[in-house]
């Protein structure tokens, strides 16, 4: 796997909550042309974004704001940063441009999961900001 991809994949894994990657979630694709090995695009995210939430819950958001579980390299997205090291620079993260990826996702739910997720965006991009 390439260094560049590995740190965006860890990073995006941060930003969107997925707790789920392990080492059969990201993998290779061989260009036949070419004869070499690429990165595939990251896939396997479903565990991402508070879809483990209840709608009930999605009010209860301060106890899943210290949910921070995350593997297969390390047990939480905070070490498995520390990985990626400089490569990435995590300040030039915004939350609302991260917000903006998805806001065409954010329709097709809830009002309330909608807010929730803005929510969990925002703050989990000002706290993975903090910790670089």
């Given at each position: 796997?390439?260094?560049?991809?590995?740190?965006?994949?860890?990073?995006?894994?941060?930003?969107?909550?997925?707790?789920?990657?392990?080492?059969?979630?990201?993998?290779?694709v061989f260009n036949m042309r070419e004869e070499v090995y690429k990165t595939?695009?990251?896939?396997?995210?479903?565990?991402?974004?508070?879809?483990?939430?209840?709608?009930?819950?999605?009010?209860?958001?301060?106890?899943?704001?210290?949910?921070?579980?995350?593997?297969?390299?390390?047990?939480?997205?905070?070490?498995?940063?520390?990985?990626?090291?400089?490569?990435?620079?995590?300040?030039?993260?915004?939350?609302?441009?991260?917000?903006?990826?998805?806001?065409?996702?954010?329709?097709?739910?809830?009002?309330?999961?909608?807010?929730?997720?803005?929510?969990?965006?925002?703050?989990?991009?000002?706290?993975?900001?903090?910790?670089?």
């Amino acid at each position: 796997m390439n260094p560049k991809s590995f740190n965006e994949m860890i990073t995006l894994d941060a930003i969107v909550g997925n707790e789920d990657r392990h080492l059969n979630n990201f993998g290779f694709v061989f260009n036949m042309r070419e004869e070499v090995y690429k990165t595939a695009p990251i896939f396997d995210t479903g565990a991402s974004l508070l879809a483990w939430v209840d709608e009930a819950d999605l009010s209860r958001l301060s106890k899943i704001y210290i949910h921070d579980k995350a593997k297969p390299f390390r047990t939480t997205h905070k070490k498995q940063l520390k990985l990626v090291g400089d490569s990435i620079n995590l300040e030039h993260i915004k939350y609302l441009a991260v917000i903006k990826s998805v806001e065409d996702i954010l329709e097709y739910l809830s009002p309330q999961r909608a807010k929730a997720v803005w929510e969990y965006l925002k703050w989990r991009c000002e706290y993975y900001v903090n910790i670089t």
